[in-house]
């Protein structure tokens, strides 16, 4: 597959960072990458992946981070220290990248076409006609319907699926010869995520394109990659063919890392029969009313949404429940009908008993505290400006209790949940991305609640990381016996963390059951659809070996 001249080469790189004592960010890595070749790079939060890409590029942080020395070389060009301009030519002609978030890599005040459209202004002397023919193509390329509405229209009109075949039409609009994608998949959920990674392959055959992905998800790993490079601590410590890799790991590293990949297996039930059920839902309904303006004024009825329709089930305590589906099935709804955030149209929620589907806000504040969140960003959920003290102790002295009494609950609430009692006046920033979402669930349990939703909990953090949440949900759970509604896209973290699973499509239940059954022997056709969707499905990490 390699071609005698590899399309990227990266030499015995080193990054530190600028300043009297700078810190070294990337120590001495090598690979190289063919035409048609995909190579993975994987690895923890931190240890240099996307540094890397982001050398390629040319877009190191001017005076935050320094290419030391080494070499990165593009079809035999050298990439570093050559001129501003000739790194903005390469750019979009000859590589380009697909971002994590497109959401924030497009420009919101830009319709899509015009944003492709800027990159062949730039690049080419195409003429205005034949500019638009060229899009259209790359919007067809990427299998995107509609295209004409679809380049009209602007980032925030379209869904995370839509939003990401952009980016790879922009990266892939000048056919270049290297693709850099720093994980494009993991906000996506399985069946989306499924078709992104089935177009790049598609695409790649096409074009002959090689292909350094970084990413998190081993199951992706399996799914596209020809090699796979293991970093650690901005050392390259582990390479070779995926079966290598991940089927026979020599690194000590690499087979922890293989080990916190959570598996399809589902976990055994816990036995919670004699427990009270604390959260009810029968027969719940969301209906979203379009807004009219033109529709209005043309005196046309715009069509409602029923986001959730009719979904029942019962969530006993010390028992967690998964709520699993595609993106615009209704869980995220769901969740914040369940917490109240939103009024249901109809329906009914009953926590410990207790009626609260239609309760005026006024009266719904004694019934906050036995339901909290966990959202999926605790870069957005907690307050930059406050320190994690302020953040545990908001809830409780809001109801009541004394400050010094708050701190102290709070400083053992960061034990609990594996942080020192003295990081109590620190600020978000000063900690990792795990150890923030540790911070959130400190700060959802300080109300001492009977239900905790998890809204995407562990999607955004690395596997290790991801395994070790996971394990302080479960800690926490079987300690304190609270009962747990978790929304997640991805069926393995649903394997492993939940005794139940609901499956939702189009705001509908389609299946509902112990999650050995609904995710071992799938009933319906949607959830086997989903099963077969789920990255790496022929793989058994756990075991550290491929099976049949």
Known sequence: MMADTPILEVEKLIVETAGRRPTRILDGVSFTIGASETLCLVGESGSGKSVTSLATMGLLPPGALIARSGQI??????????????????????????FQEPMTALNPVLSVGRQLDEVLCQHTSQTAQQRRAQVLEALAQVHLPDIERIYSSYPHQLSGGQRQRIMIAMALLLGPQLLIADEPTTALDVTTQHQILALIKELQRKHGTAVLFITHDMGVVVDIADRVCVMHQGQLVESGSVRQVLGAPQQAYTQRLLAAVPSLIPRAPRDVTRHKTVLEVQSLEKV????????????????????????????????????????????STLAR??????????????VDGKQITDLPKAMLKPHRKRIQMIFQDPNRSLNPRMTVGQSLIEGPTNYGMTRRDALARGRELLELVGLPADAIDRYPHQFSGGQRQRIAIARALAMEPEVIVADEAVSALDVSVQAQVLTLLDEIQARLGIAMLFITHDLRVAAQICDDVLVMQHGRLVEYGPAAQVLGQPQAEYTRRLMEAAPGRGWDFIAGAPVA
Request: with cysteine; net charge positive.
């Open 288 to 331: 979203f009313n379009a807004r009219q303006g033109l529709m209005r004024w043309l005196r046309k009825a715009a069509p409602p949404t029923r986001a959730v329709d009719g979904v029942s089930f019962q969530l006993k305590r010390g028992r967690t429940l998964g709520i699993v589906g595609e993106s615009g099935s209704g869980k």
């Open 337 to 350: 009908c369940v917490m109240r955030l939103i009024t249901p149209t109809g329906g009914a929620i009953r």
């Open 73 to 98: 070389r593009l079809a035999g060009e050298a990439l570093l220290g050559a001129e501003p301009a000739r790194l903005r030519a390469l750019r979009g002609q000859r590589m380009a990248m697909i």
